[in-house]
């Protein structure tokens, strides 16, 4: 079969996790189908063919100049058996080849833009647009797939148009000889984390989702002897990119052992970074999934993450992490907890090594992505008609 996938973010240009799904679902889909990938930036080959924005479109707004991007797209999957798109950036692109050539039109959500309020600050009206672009494309998907049950309930909650039975379950997945522990150190000592003493990680955006200003509060309450280390980039806006570095900046002056990475790492050294953290953590106020809570359970790492979402579908509370409830009505409380459970497993090697084998268990006998992708493949064998 003959398959477009729709994609903002693709290799070399991958900074979230949507990015990554596609990155190895389309590497498992190759040996499957016939592949061609379709993203943004400059140029074509090895299946994979880019897309810029219109010039005339410079000085828009971003979510016009995305527009501009799905038509360049849907223009390009003339002969596709099949389209599946991802996150909005791709949906309009998806849907008009669906309208256009009459195949039929896969999402897969990564997350949902009613659940992502924030999004008005980065895009302001054209968060209006980003919201009927994802509407219009999932409401008239031929099938949805959904990366937890979480997401699944999410999504016809906001869509109640939506047939349940349209929205499948395919979660997302890792890959564990790449994310695997890694014994060297030599990243650590490059970047200045101390080898020597316990330290938390958190990789990610500088987004309100990601819950990195919570983070920043909560290690407040972390024995001084504990690091933190934040991989954090890509502020979605100059508001948050002001509010997160107020808040390092305040808990620099009050504790040392807090390190900002702004830079995109590459894989090998985060890696290695979250082999050697006492504990990873990802304090999201929303969640469909987590993909980096996977990487961090495959490096062998325990996780303590929030309870929202698909999370708790990743990590078992209590095997190979812990959970903290949230309540966007009391920030304070899920700050002193997320706080309290970093420090008792920095402090306790022996149980966060024992979760972080258990995570590591869990992520091989799981989340192969060789699975995600039969499942995938599963979906669109439902869509189309014998023999294609």
């Known amino acids: ?17 949507a990015g990554v799904h596609v990155e190895f679902l389309a590497r498992e889909l190759r040996p499957l189908t016939d592949l061609q990938v379709h993203c943004w930036g400059e140029g074509h080959g090895d299946g994979v063919v ?18 501009s991007v799905d038509l360049s797209m849907a223009a390009g999957l003339e002969g596709r058996d099949l389209v599946h798109s991802h996150t909005w950036y791709a949906n309009l692109a998806g849907h008009l080849a669906k309208l256009l050539y009459g195949i039929p039109h896969v999402v897969t959500s990564h997350s949902l833009e009613p659940l992502r309020p924030w999004k008005a600050e980065q895009l302001g009206g054209g968060y209006a647009l980003s919201s009927w672009a994802e509407r219009t494309a999932v409401e008239t998907a031929d099938a949805v797939i959904a990366v937890s049950h979480g997401m699944r309930d999410d999504i016809l909650a906001c869509y109640p148009a939506i047939d349940p039975a349209r929205v499948r379950v395919v979660h997302n997945g890792i ?4 994310y695997r522990p890694d014994p060297g150190t030599e990243a650590l000592h490059r970047l200045g984390v101390d080898p020597d003493r316990p330290y938390v990680l958190f990789v990610g955006r500088i987004t309100r989702q990601k819950g990195v200003p919570h983070l920043l509060r909560a290690a407040r309450h972390l024995d001084p002897v504990v690091q933190l280390v934040l991989c954090a980039g890509a502020p979605d806006t100059a508001e948050i990119d002001r509010e997160f570095r107020a808040l390092f900046d305040e808990l620099r002056r009050t504790r040392g052992g807090v390190l900002w990475i702004p830079d995109m790492l590459p894989r090998p050294d985060v890696v290695q970074l979250l082999t050697h953290a006492a504990v990873f953590t990802c ?8 993909i980096v809570n996977l990487e961090a359970m495959a490096c062998g790492t325990a996780v303590v993450a929030s309870a929202v979402g ?3 579908e990743v990590v078992s509370d209590q095997e190979t992490g812990l959970l903290v409830p949230y309540d966007e009505k009391r920030p304070e409380a ?30 091989v006998r799981e989340f192969g992505w060789s699975a995600v992708a039969r499942r995938t493949v599963d979906v669109y064998e439902e869509l189309l008609p014998t023999g294609v």
């Open 334 to 363: 899920f700050e002193e907890q997320l706080g309290a459970l970093l420090g008792r497993l920095a402090r306790d090697p022996e149980t966060a090594a024992r979760m972080g084998a258990a995570g590591r268990a869990r992520a």
């Open 1 to 17: 079969m003959k398959v477009g996938l729709l994609s903002r973010e693709f290799p070399p240009d991958v900074y979230g996790g």
């Open 175 to 178: 890959d564990p000889e790449l």
């Open 283 to 290: 304090p999201s106020v929303y969640e469909p999934l987590g």
């Open 310 to 312: 698909g999370i708790p």
């Open 50 to 67: 880019r897309h810029r924005a219109w010039g005339g479109l410079g000085a828009a707004n971003d979510a016009l100049r995305t527009f």
